[in-house]
């Protein structure tokens, strides 16, 4: 039972145009949420992150919205360019864990086409 | 500044043998963790640490041993391959808790 989970395996957008990519989550004691984007023989790289206190966080043109009532967040990528093309995980943190590693998402692919 | 750094990239091995996965960070981060990533899957946790001297289980540790004897280095042991850890395993860290994760690229390992 997957408590993070990213149901479009993948995405296919023009240069230019808003990319959204979706998160849905199950638990309700999840209090942090990022983004990482991971390009081919790479490290996931962090991308933007998001407070369970905010509904919103922008980084240049990157946006994250979250809706705790439906337990679902996106991530906007506006203007998308053929640079942003990766595997987009979505991912989140338990509250009170000192420790704990971050729960992932399958991850989304990316495909920004020229 | 290197940041986490992982050794080797990629290394088969057949079943029964035993390797050490390496990784190091020249960060001065407290929090190192242990993810393997199978494929069109997420990353799942295998074994982290808090600091020096200090290693828990993750989701999946059956078939690992870690240790920490010092802040930069958190190698990942694997005693007795089998082909079900042919994976893709990525070591990461973090200054504090609300520090994000920063990943090392990664060691591809096929056994066979």
């Known amino acids: 039972d997957q408590q993070v989970k990213q149901n479009s395996p993948s995405l296919s957008v023009q240069e230019g145009r808003i990319s959204i990519l979706n998160c849905d989550y199950t638990?309700?004691?999840?209090?942090?949420f990022l983004w990482y984007k991971k390009y081919p023989a790479e490290g996931p790289t962090f991308l933007i992150s998001?407070?369970?206190?905010?509904d919103k966080n922008e980084d240049g043109r990157f946006t994250v919205f979250l809706n705790k009532s439906a337990k679902h967040l996106s991530l906007h990528i506006v203007p998308s360019q053929p640079g942003d093309s990766a595997v987009y995980f979505c991912a989140a943190r338990l509250r009170g864990q000192a420790g704990t590693a971050l729960i992932f998402g399958k991850g989304t692919t990316l495909s920004v086409s020229s | 500044n290197a940041g986490v750094t992982q050794t080797p990239k990629f290394r088969i091995l057949k079943i029964g043998q035993s390797m050490t996965l390496q990784c190091a960070q020249d960060?001065?981060?407290?929090?190192m963790y242990w993810y393997r990533q199978d494929p069109g899957m997420g990353l799942k946790l295998i074994y982290y640490s808090v600091g020096a001297g200090i290693t828990d289980k993750g989701e999946v540790p059956n078939g690992y041993n870690v240790s920490r004897s010092t802040t930069e280095d958190f190698p990942l042991r694997l005693e007795l391959a089998a082909p079900s850890q042919t994976s893709v395993y990525f070591c990461a860290s973090r200054f504090d808790r609300d520090q994000p994760q920063h990943f090392g690229d990664g060691t591809r390992l096929s056994i066979l």
């Open positions: 638990n309700s004691m999840f209090d942090y």
């Open positions: 998001i407070s369970s206190i905010k």
């Open positions: 960060m001065n981060h407290n929090y």
